[in-house]
């Protein structure tokens, strides 16, 4: 399917303006949008690259610039030391009350789109974070979470006063979980951690750990890339949304 993309501006609740990248497929979209939770690096060109695949399979898909209240517009980073360290210094000013507004104004945006029902969420790492806080706050109907980091603790804003993972009650979607079991940012105890938490609080989901796999193992440029959990993570991506 052919896509168009471009860039939108949404005004969000705390009355700051949103950058996005908006991914649209060429005639009527699927009633399911997706918001798309951008990395420690911002909407770089493979979280556009992401959103342009799924607008080709169907999906009205958005990309926020989370760190917008913090940095310039359509400012993203390289996956290097210095993106890193760009990267975790807006990461440390991203708090929750601030991602939730965010997500509240894209799903209004979303919403008034013709033939959109509902929506659902994809993060990674830092944006998976975010996607689980989202998916337990917010009424989103499918959540993918890639890797997402710093739940069980208070690490980062977004996951203060309170850890996330305390949140979990809170969800009424599907939630999906995708992670390496040699992911050192989210070690076994913290997947056990998670897994208890959802299935203690009876939540529709599944948790996929793959073997000999590490942080980051969806992009092709990173040492822990992983061609086989890649695209298994696709598979299961797309016949959430379906």
């Not at 052919?2 to 939108?8: G, N």
């Not at 009424?139 to 993972?165: E, F, K, Q």
Request: glycine share 8%.
């Amino acid at each position: 399917m052919t896509i168009s993309a471009q860039p939108v501006a949404i005004r969000v609740p705390d009355g700051t303006t949103l950058p996005a990248y908006l991914a649209r497929p060429t005639g009527d979209p699927a009633p399911v949008a997706v918001i798309v939770a951008h990395e420690l690096f911002a909407v770089s060109p493979d979280i556009r690259a992401v959103a342009d695949r799924l607008a080709a399979a169907g999906y009205l898909t958005l990309a926020p610039e989370f760190y917008h209240r913090h940095t310039a517009p359509g400012r993203w980073f390289e996956r290097d030391d210095a993106g890193r360290e760009a990267g975790f210094a807006l990461l440390h000013q991203l708090g929750r009350d601030e991602v939730l507004a965010d997500v509240d104004g894209a799903r209004t945006w979303l919403e008034a789109q013709p033939g959109i029902e509902r929506i659902a969420m994809i993060g990674f790492s830092a944006g998976g974070h975010l996607a689980y806080l989202a998916a337990a706050q917010r009424p989103i109907s499918a959540t993918a979470v890639l890797y997402g980091g710093w739940l069980p603790t208070t690490d980062i804003p977004m996951s203060r006063p309170t850890p996330t993972l305390d949140l979990t009650p809170g969800i009424t979607g599907r939630l999906l979980y995708l992670v390496g079991e040699d992911d050192a940012l989210i070690d076994a105890g913290q997947r056990d951690r998670i897994r208890v938490a959802l299935e203690k609080a009876g939540i529709d989901h599944e948790l996929v750990s793959y073997p000999d796999t590490g942080h980051a193992f969806f992009w092709p440029e990173t040492p822990a890339f992983n061609e086989a959990a890649r695209d298994d993570a696709w598979a299961r991506i797309l016949t959430m949304l379906a």
